[in-house]
C-alpha cells in the first residue's frame, strides 16, 4: 500500500511522520506544502503520476481560525479549493481520500455528542470553509472518508498545550476560558487512527468523527497540564465574554464517536492518558 500525506510539515503531518515506522508494510510520501500546494491542481496530478497512491491522507489545511476572518480567500484556496483538486485526482487515479475536518463545523449550541449526522451551522470563515471543503469531498468522489475532529495538540508544531507550557514559564499567573466543553485530541492517536483506516481494508465510506475519550474545557486541559507538569502557576477560569477574540468559538463540541469505534474496532484512549504521554515526549 502507498500513501501520500499532504500537509506533511503541519501537526498532524509531522505526527503521521512520526507513527509511520508502525506500519512497516505501507510505503509513506510526505509531501510539505511547497512540495505539493494543494490549491494547484497540476502540482497533484504530477505527484499522484509520480507516486501512484492507494490512499491520499489530507494533513494540509489553512487553520489559523482568527486570522481566517480576514483572510477569507486564502482559507478558501486550501479548505475548499484544494479538497476539490484532491478529490478530483483521487476520482481520475482511483485512490481513496481520507480528508480531516473539524467541530469547527457545529455552531455549539448542543447539549450532547454531535453525531456524524448532526446539522453542521459554522459560526465563523474557518469553520465554514471546512464545511465547505467536505462537501466538495462528498460531491466529486465517492471514495472518501472524511474524519472531524477536534482540539488537537502534541509535541509538533503550534498548540494549545505547547501555549501553557511557555506561558507557564514566563508568567505567574494564566487566565483560561471555562465556558467551551469539548475534548483534546493527541495528534498521534488521530494519525493512527487515519492510517487504520487506510489499513483497514474496509470500504463504508463517509464521514466519522474521532477525538480521544472524555469532555473538558480549556480551564480543565490547562489545569491538567499544569498538575502534570508540578508547574507552580496560578490558573483563573474566565468565561469566554471576558477573552474576545475575532472568530466565534463553539460553545459545545463533543463528539459521538460511536461510528468510528465500531466500524474500525478502534480503541481511543482518555485524553488525560494520551495528555501525559505527549507531555512527557515534549519535556523530557
Known sequence: MVILVTGASGQLG?????????????VFHFANSSEIDISNL???????????PNFCINAAAYTAVDKSESEPEKAREINVKGAANLA???LEKNSTLIHVSTDFIFDGLASEPYSEESPANP?????????????????????HF????SWVYSEFANNF????????????????VNDQIGTPTYAIDLARALVEIAQSGKT????YNFSNEGVASWYDFAREIFDRTQSKVVLKPIPTSSFPTPAKRPAYSVLDKSRIKSV??????????ALAESLSKFTS
Open 42 to 52: 497540476e502540482q497533484i496530478r504530477d505527484a499522484f503520476e509520480r507516486i501512484s
Open 264 to 273: 474500525f474496532g478502534l480503541k481511543i484512549r482518555p485524553w488525560q492518558d
Open 146 to 149: 472524511i474524519v472531524r475532529t
Open 88 to 90: 478530483s485526482v483521487c
Open 123 to 143: 459560526t465563523g470563515t474557518y469553520g465554514l470553509t471546512k464545511r465547505d471543503g467536505e462537501i466538495e469531498v462528498q460531491k466529486i468522489l465517492d471514495r
Open 14 to 26: 509531522q505526527a503521521i511522520r512520526s507513527v509511520s515506522a508502525e506500519f512497516p508494510e505501507i
Open 204 to 207: 463504508v465510506y463517509g464521514i
Open 161 to 176: 498545550m505547547k501555549t501553557m507550557l511557555r506561558l507557564a514559564s514566563e508568567r505567574d499567573e494564566i487566565s483560561v
